[in-house]
């Protein structure tokens, strides 16, 4: 079992994480990869020049290490790759990137929908929206709970 | 006494910027007694701890209000993650 996480302080490349995860397989049949970027737009339709996620180094990695962890504890995952950014983030840039794998397809894309999930809901990060008329922080959304709560359900 | 410096997270380094310092007998001070203090000193903050929602992490870990806090100890306020 590999599990890594990392805090990217600067604009990283998804592909080549891709190919990298990919390179480093050992007989998996499954690969499953999501990466999230930074919209232009906030829920409300107002323009996000930049959007700033303020870490706590260890804690925030710490609280990243925990999410993967339980993601292999529940899938049947082989290995998983967390990258997260934090700093100042431009419209399109990625802001979160997660590979899984597994021996079959089923548990690679559970897993990387959990991890999200949690990630979305639990990462140690405080995010605010910077636009023309000033900031905003962001909390987790209703459905950012709900798509969590998935999870809860499906464990009870 | 001596003084503690204490990091303030998220949108409460916008009460009163990112970092306060503040005193503590030198045996230490509780974090629920730390909560109090600040809220002397600075209301704005005040307003916000007396929320409830706010955390105190102590050398990378969270914890909670009885933990004793003393100098040399690295203080951060944690308001309600975003999440990623």
């Known amino acids: 079992m590999t599990s890594a996480v990392q805090l990217a302080e600067a604009a990283f490349d998804p592909a080549a994480l891709l190919a990298r995860f990919t390179a480093d397989l050992d007989g998996e049949g499954a690969v499953v990869s999501f990466t999230g970027h930074a919209r232009g737009a906030a829920k409300d339709g107002g323009v996000v020049q930049v959007l700033v996620l303020e870490s706590y180094r260890g804690v925030t990695l710490a609280s990243m290490r925990a999410i993967a962890g339980e993601a292999h504890a529940r899938f049947a995952i082989t290995r998983s790759l967390v990258v997260h950014r934090a700093g100042r983030i431009l419209p399109g840039e990625a802001i979160v990137y997660v590979a899984t794998a597994s021996a079959h397809r089923r548990a690679a894309f559970e897993a990387a929908d959990y991890l999200m999930d949690r990630l979305k809901t639990e990462a140690v990060f405080w995010k605010r929206e910077e636009g023309p008329d000033g900031h905003r922080w962001i909390e987790p959304t209703e459905g950012d709970r709900a798509d969590l709560s998935r999870w809860t359900a499906k464990q009870d | ?84």
């Open chain 2, 1 to 84: 006494m001596t003084i503690l410096r204490i990091e303030l997270c998220g949108r409460l380094a916008e009460a009163c910027g990112c970092e306060v310092e503040q005193a503590v007998p030198t045996d230490g001070l509780p974090v629920h007694a730390l909560f109090a203090a600040l809220a002397d000193a600075h209301p704005r903050l005040g307003e916000v701890l007396a929320r409830g929602r706010v955390r105190a992490c102590v050398n990378e870990e969270i914890v909670p209000g009885s933990t004793v806090v003393t100098a040399g100890d690295a203080v951060a306020l944690f308001p309600p993650v975003s999440g990623g």
